[in-house]
């Protein structure tokens, strides 16, 4: 007797612990990427800043830097940039935007260089403003976090949209720094992330 309980109490619990997996929402396992959001503005009014070991009081100094705290849901970002339309622009691979990409972590004040990047400009019009041009190409250096070499660039040039993606392995804030914005007045780079 003791041992048909103990099958009966066997066969109860497994039977409880399917219907609770077949319960389970499935949809909650997926990875979903946010929306869109404008990180910066930045103008040609640039310098060209020592960008390591930058506090969160130098970065905000200058105006034409941004800081973007990344929410906590986020294992990934993704940047991508437009630049100003030059009407009478003939060759568009000229215009670039070239940016440091800070990072921070912790409880740190302090920011350091993740990598430098160089979007060029395509001719697909940004989404919510036609006076502006997705960069087509974007080109990583600088890069300090392992593993080197790696492919974190999706420029696929032909007037398509180049992206720029990282695991943010822990980093809580990112900051862009403008380096360079050549023969354009302003350029606007967006973040989203997973």
């Keep these: 007797m003791k041992h048909f309980l103990t099958i009966c109490f066997f066969i109860v619990i497994s039977f409880l612990c399917s219907s609770a997996i077949a319960a389970v929402n499935y949809d909650m396992l997926m990875t979903e990427q946010a929306g869109w959001n404008l990180l910066g503005t930045f103008d040609s009014n640039t310098t060209t800043p020592d960008v390591n070991n930058r506090t969160t009081a130098l970065v905000l100094a200058d105006a034409n830097n ?18 100003h339309k030059i009407v009478d622009l003939n060759d568009i691979n000229d215009v670039n935007t070239v940016v ?62 180049a992206e720029w993606f990282v695991d943010i392995r822990g980093a809580k804030k990112i900051a862009i720094v403008p380096i360079t914005i050549t023969r354009t007045r302003t350029a606007k780079i967006e973040i989203t992330g997973y």
Excluded: H, K, M
């Design 66 to 83: 941004a800081i973007y705290t990344i929410p906590p849901e986020w294992n990934c970002i993704i940047l991508r940039c437009a630049t």
């Design 100 to 161: 440091d990409v800070l990072y921070q972590r912790g409880t740190t004040d302090s920011f350091s260089r993740l990598a430098t990047l160089t979007f060029t400009a395509g001719t697909q019009l940004w989404t919510t403003d036609p006076n502006y041009l997705f960069a087509d190409t974007v080109v990583e250096s600088n890069y300090i976090w392992p593993p080197v070499p790696t492919t974190r660039t999706i420029s696929p040039a032909n007037n398509y949209i």
